[in-house]
């Protein structure tokens, strides 16, 4: 079935590093989202990129879709301990009979060493 | 608040026993669906609706979990004779009826079944 997949699953770095994490799709994706969920939170909408080949910035998050729209990325400079959370990417499959279900990854859960 | 509303957040309830939860979204959206986390695990898509209509199960949602959107506003889903695999987080979310559109998630249920 249809799969995506991040990695890596856990990311510990220290505070003000960047690191860059992957969402990887087994078919094209019409869309990816990001996803951030707080622990015992629930997840929280950060962006939708749509475009081949898009870059978007929010602050220290810069996101990326593949220009085969099969993978994404997220990449996060001067991590701040705010930034504590699980991350998810997930994809909305290319129209396929209508369907409008989000296919999330597993997540990678972000902690910060302050 | 205008956000996507759930109730109860939390249930706890002994095996075979059934129980329902309720979704309110937000007020414009027409679409609804119904997510199952568990820990360490993105949500998983159970069901959606436009409107009234329930367009798309998933084989996730066996024939003891039942939902509807009856006046095409909030949502109720039940599961009838609980089993300990059915703990989890539900989430609900909506999203207007454009396709690909951003989904905004409500605080979630959280059931856990002894």
């Known amino acids: 079935g249809q799969q995506v997949m991040q990695i890596p699953q856990y990311q510990h770095v220290q505070e003000g590093e960047d690191f860059t994490t992957y969402c990887n799709s087994s078919?094209?994706?019409?869309?990816i989202q990001w996803y951030k969920q707080r622990p015992g939170g629930h997840p929280g909408f950060l962006i939708q990129?749509?475009?081949?080949?898009e870059v978007k910035k929010q602050k220290r998050l810069t996101f990326q879709f593949g220009e085969a729209k099969k993978n994404s990325s997220l990449h996060i400079t001067a991590t701040q301990t705010t930034d504590v959370g699980t991350y998810f990417c997930?994809?909305?499959?290319?129209?396929?009979?209508?369907?409008?279900?989000?296919?999330f990854g597993k997540g990678m859960k972000l902690t910060v060493n302050p | 608040d205008t956000g996507v509303s759930q109730d109860p957040r939390h249930k706890i309830t002994k095996r075979g026993q059934n129980v329902t939860f309720r979704c309110d979204p937000i007020?414009?959206?027409?679409?609804l669906y119904w997510y199952r986390q568990t820990l360490g695990q993105g949500p998983e898509f159970l069901t959606y609706?436009?409107?009234?209509?329930?367009?798309?199960k998933s084989r996730l949602l066996s024939d003891r979990f039942s939902a509807e959107r009856p006046k095409g506003s909030f949502s109720t889903l039940e599961i009838q004779r609980t089993e300990q695999g059915d703990s989890a987080m539900y989430l609900c979310?909506?999203?207007?009826?454009?396709?690909?559109?951003?989904?905004?998630f409500g605080p979630g249920t959280r059931l856990l079944v002894l």
């Open positions: 979310a909506s999203s207007l009826v454009t396709p690909g559109e951003t989904q905004y």
């Open positions: 078919t094209t994706l019409s869309n």
């Open positions: 990129l749509v475009k081949s080949g």
């Open positions: 997930a994809g909305h499959l290319l129209p396929q009979g209508g369907s409008e279900k989000l296919v």
């Open positions: 007020s414009e959206h027409n679409r």
């Open positions: 609706f436009q409107n009234e209509a329930q367009l798309e």
